[in-house]
């Protein structure tokens, strides 16, 4: 039972198999090396099987009905029927499309999630510790970027080219936030390493950067996609935007890439803000960890599927309004009043610290929701129903034209 | 022996992406042969430690300039319209050009032979980015030249803007 | 380690490159290709020189962030101005752009 204590025995148990086994050290290595990367991209995408299910029953019961219930008990293997379904479809490729780029661009899509997880820290002295792990973050959600491009352009169809422009503006307008927001704990960690970021956290990032928390949650849900923000992709809207010409495993491939990268968010919000795998035991356990840190990131994975059920989708211009004339400026203040604060408190304790920068956060929030009702008294008024007046707006056709033989 | 092969294939795998990107007729796979040759360059940052550069590389140039790139392609194409040659009739002499340049230059660094003249490498500090950070806004660092690129920036983009938004209202007023 | 001469090798082989794409390509998009190819192989360049000659210094590593942002304006205002005369000429080939003024 040692290796409850210290998982990286697991990885000396193997190498001396390996050994044992003939192989030569350099090999046993690269081995290792190739074993532990399937290790990483195989386990998360076993575990959307068990999204896709649960955001169905959840997204259901918010809407008032059952959801998958037939396909075994609960519904649980819906997402195997939906496997089966999708692996048997016919693999349409478009006439004159472009087949390298159409084959691709899934697997550009499906790579870019994958990408983020050897960043990760999954336990103590567990998981990836890359130096600049914030940056390479950032780095990799622009790959998803160019795959939805990738994907537009290569299927022929201007109404997909059109979709995926539209999707590229969207995400790299919401970049800009989550940068910004990421910077926070950063700051407030003074390294990009997770590693030291969940480190920092004997109190939770959160408590002293909510404001922070919440523009990163709000903008990472727009640079996934899903609604409120998927007036691009959804089956209802321009023809579901750029993954129209889409079918069968191509298509499952850009599905289960949606939400694996919303678990992931919700993996990366975790560890910047909720402390990662730190908990009661985790030092000493470091499974205990990676089981606090899937829990942490399953709670926020059900509060982007709440949101999901919840809100309507937000038109296009509302959209980037939203970005560039609220959450950009909004995290510029909260970056810079944190860094001055921190700055001032650096000698204070962890807690007196944490509580000195909750209060900025309140501080910026409320003047940030005073400003708001004032740009929304300057808006269009809403069309609201008035007493009496029902339908609201009336459609009259147009007068039918005299006809010629008259 | 890693770290050689590592860079062997990453310089092969980049001059091959190179030359699909300066002699594809399809622009927009010249433009993946560059984001290809993007991230090798990326890789090469990596193996000489600059991580930092590395990760800002994929970051900039991958995520925004080649995004960029192709954006303005795809904008001045119609859909599944043929694209027609993309070369210059006077290809040789670009080629002459070109291949002179790179001679010359190979020649010198050979002439030069800096693996025999240069001591060896030292090693780079581990705090390397954060010494970088300090670096660029200590007022005896290079602080100066921060401030002048973000100037620039800022530059760029109101330019940017600007021209690209003036198009539009002349467009407007010859429509009236 | 990695030769020095390596690197600078597989620079000037993609500056060579580049400097084809500049001056061969009609598209003015696929010029800025060529370019883009250009500055990489600079950076290259300026960073092997670091790592070999001066690696505890932070010169070598300033200059490639101010190369990155320079190279950054430049291909946004290029772009920029690109789109704006394709919207008056209708054609994407620097050979048709021949008038002073319109």
Same mark, same amino acid.
């Given at each position: 039972?040692?290796?409850?204590?210290? !998982?990286?025995?697991?990885?000396?148990?193997?190498?001396?198999?390996?050994?044992?086994?003939?192989?030569?050290?350099?090999?046993?290595? *690269?081995?290792?090396?190739?074993?532990?990367?399937?290790?990483?991209?195989?386990? !998360?995408?076993?575990?959307?099987?068990?999204?896709?299910?649960?955001?169905?029953?959840?997204?259901?019961?918010?809407? +008032?009905?059952?959801?998958?219930?037939?396909?075994?008990?609960?519904?649980?293997?819906?997402?195997?029927?939906?496997?089966?379904?999708? /692996?048997?479809?016919?693999?349409?490729?478009?006439?004159?499309?472009?087949?390298?780029?159409?084959?691709?661009?899934?697997?550009?899509?499906?790579?870019?999630?994958?990408?983020?997880?050897?960043?990760?820290?999954?336990?103590?002295?567990?998981?990836?510790?890359?130096?600049?792990?914030?940056?390479?973050?950032?780095?990799?959600?622009?790959?998803?970027?160019?795959?939805?491009?990738?994907?537009?352009?290569?299927?022929?169809?201007?109404?997909?080219?059109?979709?995926?422009?539209?999707?590229?503006?969207?995400?790299?307008?919401?970049?800009?936030?989550?940068?910004?927001?990421?910077?926070?704990?950063?700051? *407030?960690?003074?390294?990009?390493?997770?590693? +030291?970021?969940? #480190?920092?956290?004997?109190?939770?990032?959160?408590? &002293?950067?909510?404001?922070?928390?919440?523009?990163?949650?709000?903008?990472?849900?727009?640079?996934?996609?899903?609604?409120?923000?998927? *007036?691009?992709?959804?089956?209802?809207?321009?023809?579901?935007?750029?993954?129209? =010409?889409?079918?069968?495993?191509?298509?499952?491939?850009?599905? &289960?890439? =949606?939400?694996?990268? #919303?678990?992931?968010?919700?993996?990366?919000?975790?560890?910047?803000?909720?402390?990662?795998?730190?908990?009661?035991?985790? =030092?000493?356990?470091?499974?205990?960890?990676?089981?606090?840190?899937?829990?942490?990131?399953?709670? /926020?994975?059900?509060?982007?599927?709440?949101?999901?059920?919840?809100?309507?989708?937000?038109?296009? +211009?509302?959209?980037?309004?939203?970005?560039?004339?609220?959450?950009?400026?909004?995290?510029?203040?909260?970056?810079?009043?944190?860094?001055?604060?921190?700055? #001032?408190?650096?000698? #204070?304790?962890?807690? !007196?610290?944490?509580?000195?920068?909750?209060?900025?956060?309140?501080?910026?929030?409320?003047?940030?929701?005073?400003?708001?009702?004032?740009?929304?008294?300057? *808006?269009? !008024?809403?069309?609201?129903?008035?007493?009496?007046?029902?339908?609201?707006?009336?459609?009259?056709?147009?007068?039918?034209?005299?006809? =010629?033989?008259? | 022996?890693?770290?050689?092969?590592?860079?062997?294939?990453?310089?092969?795998?980049?001059?091959?992406?190179?030359?699909?990107?300066?002699?594809?007729?399809?622009? $927009?796979?010249?433009?993946?042969?560059?984001?290809?040759?993007?991230?090798?360059?990326?890789?090469?940052?990596?193996?000489?430690?600059?991580?930092?550069?590395? $990760?800002?590389?994929?970051?900039?140039?991958?995520?925004?300039?080649?995004?960029l790139i192709?954006?303005s392609i795809?904008l001045t194409?119609?859909?599944?319209?043929?694209?027609?040659?993309?070369?210059?009739?006077?290809?040789?002499?670009?080629?002459?050009?070109?291949?002179?340049?790179?001679?010359?230059?190979?020649?010198?660094?050979?002439?030069?032979?800096?693996?025999?003249?240069?001591?060896?490498?030292?090693?780079?500090?581990?705090?390397?980015?954060?010494?970088?950070?300090?670096?660029?806004?200590?007022?005896?660092?290079?602080?100066?030249?921060?401030?002048?690129?973000?100037?620039?920036?800022?530059?760029?983009?109101?330019?940017a $803007?600007?021209v690209a938004?003036?198009?539009?209202?002349?467009?407007?007023?010859?429509?009236? | 380690?990695?030769?020095?001469?390596?690197?600078?090798?597989?620079?000037?082989?993609?500056?060579?490159?580049?400097?084809?794409?500049?001056?061969?390509?009609?598209n003015a998009v696929?010029i800025l290709?060529? %370019?883009? %190819?250009?500055?990489?192989?600079? %950076?290259?360049?300026? %960073?092997?020189?670091?790592?070999?000659?001066?690696?505890?210094?932070?010169?070598?590593?300033?200059?490639?962030?101010?190369?990155?942002?320079?190279?950054?304006?430049?291909v946004a205002v290029g772009l920029a101005l690109f789109i704006a005369v394709y919207r008056k000429f209708?054609?994407s080939?620097v050979?048709?752009i021949?008038?002073?003024?319109?």
């Amino acid at each position: 039972m040692a290796f409850l204590q210290d !998982p990286t025995l697991i990885v000396e148990w193997l190498r001396q198999l390996l050994l044992g086994w003939g192989l030569s050290p350099a090999l046993t290595s *690269l081995a290792l090396y190739v074993l532990g990367a399937l290790a990483l991209a195989t386990g !998360p995408l076993l575990w959307v099987i068990f999204l896709i299910w649960f955001e169905r029953k959840a997204v259901a019961r918010i809407q +008032d009905r059952l959801g998958p219930n037939r396909v075994g008990k609960y519904g649980l293997l819906q997402p195997f029927a939906d496997v089966l379904k999708l /692996l048997t479809k016919e693999d349409i490729i478009p006439a004159k499309a472009d087949k390298f780029l159409y084959w691709m661009a899934p697997i550009l899509s499906l790579a870019g999630v994958l990408l983020l997880w050897p960043a990760v820290p999954l336990g103590k002295g567990i998981g990836g510790n890359v130096n600049v792990a914030v940056l390479y973050l950032v780095a990799v959600g622009t790959l998803s970027t160019f795959a939805i491009l990738v994907a537009g352009w290569s299927a022929n169809n201007k109404y997909a080219l059109l979709g995926a422009f539209r999707t590229v503006a969207q995400m790299i307008s919401y970049e800009v936030p989550i940068v910004l927001a990421l910077l926070v704990p950063v700051l *407030l960690a003074r390294s990009m390493n997770l590693q +030291d970021i969940v #480190a920092a956290q004997d109190v939770w990032f959160v408590v &002293a950067a909510p404001l922070p928390a919440l523009i990163f949650f709000i903008a990472s849900i727009a640079e996934v996609g899903r609604t409120p923000f998927d *007036l691009l992709e959804a089956e209802s809207e321009i023809i579901a935007g750029f993954h129209i =010409e889409y079918s069968g495993m191509k298509f499952a491939m850009f599905f &289960a890439g =949606e939400f694996l990268h #919303a678990f992931t968010v919700g993996v990366l919000g975790a560890v910047l803000f909720f402390g990662g795998w730190r908990g009661p035991g985790a =030092e000493a356990y470091p499974i205990l960890g990676l089981f606090y840190l899937w829990l942490k990131a399953f709670l /926020l994975y059900f509060v982007i599927v709440w949101v999901r059920g919840t809100f309507p989708r937000v038109r296009i +211009d509302h959209l980037l309004d939203f970005t560039w004339k609220f959450l950009t400026p909004l995290a510029l203040v909260v970056l810079m009043a944190t860094a001055v604060l921190d700055k #001032a408190l650096v000698r #204070a304790g962890a807690w !007196p610290r944490a509580l000195g920068l909750l209060v900025v956060n309140a501080v910026i929030w409320l003047l940030a929701q005073r400003w708001l009702r004032k740009v929304e008294k300057r *808006l269009e !008024p809403p069309m609201v129903a008035q007493p009496g007046q029902y339908p609201v707006a009336r459609y009259t056709p147009p007068e039918p034209q005299a006809a =010629e033989g008259d | 022996m890693v770290t050689t092969f590592v860079f062997l294939l990453t310089a092969v795998v980049m001059l091959v992406a190179a030359l699909i990107a300066v002699l594809k007729d399809n622009l $927009v796979h010249a433009a993946m042969g560059l984001v290809v040759t993007l991230f090798g360059t990326a890789v090469l940052f990596v193996l000489m430690e600059a991580y930092f550069l590395a $990760v800002a590389q994929v970051v900039i140039y991958v995520g925004a300039i080649a995004i960029l790139i192709v954006f303005s392609i795809m904008l001045t194409r119609r859909v599944g319209a043929a694209w027609g040659a993309q070369t210059n009739p006077t290809w040789p002499f670009a080629l002459l050009v070109a291949g002179l340049l790179t001679v010359l230059v190979t020649r010198m660094v050979r002439a030069w032979a800096p693996d025999q003249v240069l001591p060896a490498a030292a090693a780079v500090p581990a705090d390397m980015t954060a010494r970088l950070g300090a670096a660029l806004v200590d007022p005896n660092g290079y602080v100066v030249p921060f401030e002048v690129a973000s100037v620039l920036l800022l530059a760029a983009l109101i330019g940017a $803007v600007y021209v690209a938004w003036g198009g539009r209202k002349a467009e407007k007023e010859t429509h009236k | 380690m990695i030769p020095l001469s390596w690197y600078l090798v597989v620079a000037a082989l993609l500056f060579g490159i580049g400097v084809y794409g500049v001056l061969a390509r009609k598209n003015a998009v696929a010029i800025l290709i060529g %370019l883009e %190819l250009m500055f990489n192989a600079v %950076l290259v360049n300026v %960073l092997a020189f670091w790592r070999y000659l001066q690696p505890g210094e932070t010169a070598g590593l300033v200059f490639a962030v101010v190369i990155f942002a320079v190279a950054a304006a430049e291909v946004a205002v290029g772009l920029a101005l690109f789109i704006a005369v394709y919207r008056k000429f209708g054609s994407s080939d620097v050979d048709d752009i021949n008038l002073l003024k319109w």
